[in-house]
């Protein structure tokens, strides 16, 4: 074995060069690029076992030259000894147990073994070739399948391990899938799990993105469920070491508790892997076996011991992951869709409120999750379907004269804290302009916040509202509904509720236009409701906070369905505003 340097180009993870495997140390990346040169079957075993070489698919390209090595060593006066040739094949298909890459490469470079050394090494070449078409081919098909589950945004992925170029012969599978949506355009940022024990998150795959220049960030893998409750996660793709015949999956330790996190949090989970990783021979995850290494790499970091010297360690390196969590299987021919699979959007993610003290500051992070929590609990109630509907709030306190707003066509079922614009709450200004445009309707917001004390504004297409809406207006001019006989009335707050009266605006085409009769109306009301419709347009609802909005527009609703539903007579018939 010796060493030599190399940079990332495919055939960094392995070549084969005048009679020996090359191969990058990947235990010494990122920080030292060194190749191995294998010339034995012994020496490669070993590179196998400590991770020098390693990724499901290269380790499949490994086994083949591996049988190569062995081929070319017994061969002598044109006979090749089969079965010292057999006998090596066996220790390295079996020098590590789960990926069954590795099994495979090594019995099809075999089959060639009766025509001589030559063949199995034109095998092994053959594989490499194949391997780029494939890893390229599922790589492509799996980032398809993510602009169509995750359509509208600047993509924030979550990857772990390696599963680039590193981990197969060139391309990637997952990690290919991440580079192939980056060079379309749609990748904000990776967030790489480090990848305890052995790193290969932090030092494999964040080296490639670094390569790539695609954004990313490094995170301890504790905190990738805690990143996707906050609504920094759009989509998890890993790579996969054995896919039994129902689709259960082996991959790198940790990999089921991201599928566990990503359901919880009803964010896509896929496995892009080529088909030469499923075992059709298994019928369910059971009966993979799971490779138990040293403990000594989880208690040592390097040269330093992290735990008391005589601490036993659980070093399990893969888990299982179980079919129901995996939205889609991606390979070279195909992706395998869970029947159920859906879009985030037809179900909506549920970050939880948190307070950061980043960038945002305290009150903005949590403001910023309540908007979009409640705008996928509306969308799934189908009060804004598709894009419709904004919500705002009001800042307070050290951001007085801020009011964080929904973007413009941004689909409402999917919508996290980064769907959300700062505004000036005295005139719709964006406060920062950058890629999000603000609602298309900022100005009524403002209109309100103008007026009224409100701290928060929330419109939707809530369909009994809509429907009175329709019935009371008046062409060109603002009407009245009055409501004053429901006992519900009392959930709008007011001093008498028996005189409530909601005005109707018209739609106009300018939504300035009706901006400004919200806020003539307003201003010469102190005591208006809180609420007010547009004509075949929807409801307006504001509160103190957003809780409060919601009640009350809950309230309105609630009085609009008895309405349509025949409930009302006498004070509910529609009259003409009489104010200026
Ligand atoms: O122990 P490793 O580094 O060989 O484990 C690798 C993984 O688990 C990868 O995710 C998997 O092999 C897919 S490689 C495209």
Redesign the pocket.
């Given at each position: 074995m010796g060493t030599t340097t190399g940079e990332l180009s495919p055939g960094l993870s392995l070549r084969w060069q005048n009679g020996a495997l090359l191969a990058v140390d990947q235990r010494l990346l990122p920080h030292t690029c060194r190749l191995l040169r294998l010339d034995s079957v012994d020496a490669l075993i070993a590179a196998v076992q400590a991770?020098a070489i390693?990724?499901?698919?290269a380790?499949g390209l490994a086994g083949a030259f591996g049988v190569a090595l062995s081929a070319q060593a017994h061969h002598r006066a044109g006979t090749v000894d089969e079965p010292a040739v057999r006998a090596d094949a066996r220790r390295l298909a079996t020098a590590r147990p789960t990926?069954v890459n590795l099994a495979r490469g090594v019995q099809r470079a075999l089959g060639r073994l009766p025509q001589g050394p030559q063949a199995v090494l034109g095998e092994a070449r053959k594989m490499v070739a194949e391997d780029a078409a494939v890893n390229s081919a599922a790589a492509n098909r799996a980032a398809d399948l993510v602009e169509t589950l995750v359509p509208d945004r600047p993509l924030r992925l979550l990857t772990?391990?390696?599963?680039g170029l590193l981990?197969?012969g060139a391309v990637?599978?997952?990690l290919g899938a991440i580079l192939e949506l980056a060079r379309r355009g749609r990748v904000a940022e990776v967030l790489v799990d480090e990848t305890r024990p052995?790193l290969?998150g932090s030092r494999l795959t964040a080296w490639e993105l670094r390569e790539a220049k695609v954004p990313y960030r490094v995170c301890v893998d504790s905190a990738a469920a805690a990143a996707m409750s906050r609504g920094l996660v759009d989509c998890v793709l890993?790579?996969?070491?054995r896919i039994a015949a129902n689709g259960d999956t082996a991959?790198?330790i940790g990999t089921y508790g991201l599928a566990l996190a990503a359901a919880r949090h009803r964010l896509p989970f896929l496995v892009v892997?080529p088909e030469s990783t499923w075992d059709e021979s298994l019928p369910d995850g059971s009966g993979i076996v799971v490779e138990e290494r040293d403990g000594a790499e989880v208690v040592r970091h390097g040269d330093t011991l992290v735990a008391p010297a005589d601490a036993a360690a659980f070093n399990p390196?893969?888990d299982v992951t179980p079919r129901e969590l995996i939205t889609a299987l991606v390979t070279e021919d195909r992706a395998d869709l869970l029947p159920h699979a859906t879009r985030p959007s037809d179900t909506g993610p549920r970050p939880v409120a948190v307070t950061t003290s980043g960038e945002d500051g305290v009150f903005t992070a949590a403001a910023r999750t309540s908007l979009a929590e409640l705008s996928r609990e509306l969308y799934l109630r189908g009060w804004m379907p598709g894009t419709a509907g904004n919500l705002s709030v009001r800042l307070a306190e050290e951001r007085a004269g801020t009011a964080l707003i929904t973007a413009s066509g941004r689909d409402k079922g999917s919508l996290t804290g980064q769907d959300i614009v700062a505004v000036d709450a005295a005139t719709g200004e964006v406060r920062a302009p950058g890629r999000l445009k603000a609602s298309a309707e900022t100005a009524i917001h403002v209109a309100v916040y103008t007026a009224t004390a409100a701290g928060a504004v929330v419109h939707v297409h809530s369909p009994y509202a809509t429907v009175m809406a329709g019935r009371t207006a008046a062409p060109g001019r603002t009407a009245l509904l009055p409501l004053t006989r429901f006992e519900l009335l009392k959930g709008l707050g007011l001093r008498d509720p028996s005189h409530t009266v909601l005005p109707v605006f018209p739609n106009w085409p300018d939504v300035r236009r009706i901006a400004d009769e919200v806020a003539a109306y307003l201003a010469s009301r102190p005591d208006a409701a809180p609420a007010l419709l547009i004509a075949d347009h929807g409801i307006t609802v504001w509160g103190r906070d957003l809780a409060q909005a919601r009640s009350r527009l809950e309230c309105v609703e609630a009085v609009c369905q008895l309405l349509v539903l025949g409930a009302g007579d006498g004070g509910t018939e529609p009259r003409e505003d009489q104010a200026p």
């Open positions: 991770l390693r990724g499901a698919p380790l990926a772990h391990c390696n599963t981990a197969t990637g599978t997952a052995l290969q890993v790579g996969a070491d991959n790198k892997a390196a893969f």
